[in-house]
């Protein structure tokens, strides 16, 4: 059963520091998304990949925030210097992108707390 | 721009009754695809459904259907015979399926079902 993986599941870091979140997507998927969810915004789309090239990071404040995509098995989201207000749930998604159809297949998430 | 309403916040359902779950959409885009993802309390995003904007017939997957009116921009989930494990939140979610691929989302439905 294919799945995508985060890690870490948590994270409690202090104000300042630089946190890195990890995503495997499925085997096989092109298309990788990074989406934050908070109570007041819901779910939003921060950035998403093809191929490993980014495609949309207008979701992501640029000056702490970046995405990359290292190899077609990694994407990783990093916050340099993070803040109370990224406090959220962070979910990776991936899907055989590129086609008319397909579905985006969601991990279980980085649940941070700034403090 | 793409908008998702989801305008019933919390519903209580009795165990082994159909619950529909009511989805209304905005675009100008001619061509998307709509989603319903299950989030239970654990936290994870579950694809559950899928139906596209030409499709000619409703999606269903196992107990789960999707009332499909393009006419008045609706796709509301039905879920038939409900069931304890089926208590959780409800997304509706749109994406064009040219341009950018993001998924948009409603604010989603508390689903708590009744023993």
Known sequence: ?115 | AQKITQTQPGMFVQEKEAVTLDCTYDTSDPSYGLFWYKQPSSGEMIFLIYQGSYDQQNATEGRYSLNFQKARKSANLVISASQLGDSAMYFCAMRPNFGNEKLTFGTGTRLTIIP
């Not at chain 1, 995503?23 to 950035?47: D, K, S």
Request: hydrophobic fraction near 35%; proline fraction near 7%; include cysteine.
């Open chain 1, 1 to 115: 059963d294919a799945r995508v993986t985060q890690t870490p599941r948590h994270k409690v870091t202090e104000m300042g520091q630089e946190v890195t979140m990890r995503c495997q997507p499925i085997l096989g998927h092109n298309t990788v998304f990074w989406y934050r969810q908070t109570m007041m915004q819901g779910l939003e789309l921060l950035a998403y990949f093809r191929n490993r090239a980014p495609l949309d990071d207008s979701g992501m404040p640029k000056d702490r925030f970046s995405a990359e995509m290292p190899d077609a098995t990694l994407a990783t989201l990093k916050i340099q210097p993070s803040e109370p207000r990224d406090s959220a749930v962070y979910f990776c998604a991936s899907g055989s992108g590129g086609g008319l159809v397909y579905e985006q297949y969601f991990g279980p998430g980085t649940r941070l707390t700034v403090t």
